[in-house]
């Protein structure tokens, strides 16, 4: 069954009075396309979480958050010497004489290099790695179980348009034997109406008659056409209720049903058969909107 690439999951946890909360939102995108954001103390799993996405989400654009709140004891440090430094360099700058001006702490603390993350061994690396690890699958798990809900919805309805798209392609083989028929009565009835002439002269018209009702049956004929959409729908319907990734095959199929489409409107020659054409060529459309959502 096909997946949907739109999905929501989260995940929230607290360890050693660490709150931590994850949260992993999926769209449409062409490709596969992660952005993890993760504290600045945790940016170094940025690799193994993308490979963690990558291996439960084959397209789609991919935005993984994580946010930490800490009710203990602060993590950051801040340098006293980077501090003294920012703030002898400050006190140094020569002001005018009418300007007084007062020094704030809390904006010189976020200085680059004035609060630094700790440093963290193995173990701890360990540890905040089962951590992610643990909220990423348990979001990831839910992002899947939306996609795939979604994808039966989405499957449903793509399979409906090509019941549909089927039933107009049978009025066409039901009217196509007709069009080279009425060709032939058109023809016949105009030459009729433009040569009063005897019947003899009539008579050798009818091998003329014949070969130009040949020639336009050859023209007009959409029989390969009709057999590569009928074809067509038949392998997206069968790609729809496949367990592989088919995104990109079902759009591609469904740009093949559109060219199809167009060629029988343009050699059918026939305002039924047109008509027809404008059903099936707005069901391919819809089928090509709906598709872009499909992993």
Same mark, same amino acid.
């Given at each position: 069954?096909?997946?949907?690439?739109?999905?929501?999951?989260?995940?929230?946890?607290?360890?050693?009075?660490?709150?931590?909360?994850?949260?992993? %939102?999926?769209?449409?995108?062409?490709?596969?396309?992660?952005?993890?954001?993760?504290?600045?103390?945790?940016?170094?799993?940025?690799?193994?979480?993308?490979?963690?996405?990558?291996?439960?989400?084959?397209?789609?654009?991919?935005?993984?958050?994580?946010?930490? %709140?800490?009710?203990?004891?602060?993590?950051?440090?801040?340098?006293?010497?980077?501090?003294?430094?920012?703030?002898?360099?400050?006190?140094?700058?020569?002001?005018?004489?009418?300007?007084?001006?007062?020094?704030? +702490?809390?904006?010189?603390?976020?200085?680059?290099?004035?609060?630094?993350?700790?440093?963290?061994?193995?173990?701890?690396?360990?540890?905040?790695?089962?951590?992610?690890?643990?909220?990423?699958?348990?979001? +990831?798990?839910?992002?899947?179980?939306? &996609? %795939?809900?979604?994808?039966?919805?989405?499957?449903?309805?793509?399979?409906?348009?090509?019941?549909?798209? &089927?039933?107009?392609?049978?009025?066409?083989?039901?009217?196509?034997?007709?069009?080279?028929?009425?060709?032939?009565e058109r023809l016949q009835t105009r030459v009729q109406?433009?040569?009063?002439?005897?019947?003899?002269?009539?008579?050798? /018209?009818? /091998?003329?008659?014949?070969?130009?009702?040949?020639?336009?049956?050859?023209?007009? /004929?959409?029989?390969?056409?009709?057999?590569?959409?009928?074809?067509?729908?038949?392998?997206?319907?069968?790609?729809?209720?496949?367990?592989?990734?088919?995104? &990109?095959?079902?759009?591609?199929?469904?740009?093949?049903?559109?060219?199809?489409?167009?060629?029988?409107?343009?050699?059918?020659?026939?305002?039924?058969?047109?008509?027809?054409?404008?059903?099936?060529?707005?069901?391919?459309?819809?089928?090509?909107?709906?598709?872009?959502?499909?992993?």
């Amino acid at each position: 069954m096909i997946l949907s690439m739109t999905g929501y999951g989260d995940a929230q946890t607290c360890v050693d009075g660490t709150s931590y909360a994850l949260e992993i %939102r999926s769209l449409n995108s062409r490709y596969f396309k992660a952005s993890i954001k993760l504290p600045e103390n945790l940016q170094f799993f940025d690799g193994e979480g993308e490979k963690l996405l990558r291996g439960s989400l084959g397209r789609g654009s991919v935005n993984c958050v994580l946010r930490v %709140r800490n009710d203990g004891a602060a993590e950051y440090k801040i340098n006293p010497v980077a501090l003294q430094d920012y703030v002898d360099q400050i006190c140094a700058v020569d002001l005018p004489a009418d300007v007084h001006a007062t020094l704030d +702490l809390g904006s010189v603390a976020v200085m680059p290099g004035v609060c630094q993350a700790p440093i963290l061994d193995e173990a701890l690396r360990n540890k905040y790695w089962e951590i992610v690890r643990g909220l990423i699958e348990e979001a +990831l798990g839910k992002v899947v179980t939306m &996609r %795939r809900v979604e994808g039966e919805a989405l499957c449903e309805d793509l399979l409906t348009h090509c019941a549909r798209a &089927r039933e107009h392609l049978a009025e066409i083989a039901k009217r196509t034997p007709d069009v080279v028929q009425d060709y032939h009565e058109r023809l016949q009835t105009r030459v009729q109406t433009l040569l009063h002439e005897g019947a003899v002269k009539i008579e050798l /018209d009818k /091998d003329a008659l014949a070969r130009e009702v040949a020639i336009y049956a050859e023209r007009c /004929d959409i029989s390969e056409e009709l057999t590569r959409l009928a074809s067509h729908l038949d392998q997206f319907c069968t790609l729809c209720q496949s367990k592989e990734h088919a995104g &990109r095959k079902l759009d591609f199929l469904a740009q093949e049903m559109l060219r199809e489409a167009n060629t029988v409107g343009s050699k059918s020659n026939d305002a039924e058969i047109a008509r027809q054409v404008v059903e099936i060529k707005g069901l391919i459309d819809r089928l090509k909107e709906q598709v872009q959502n499909v992993e």
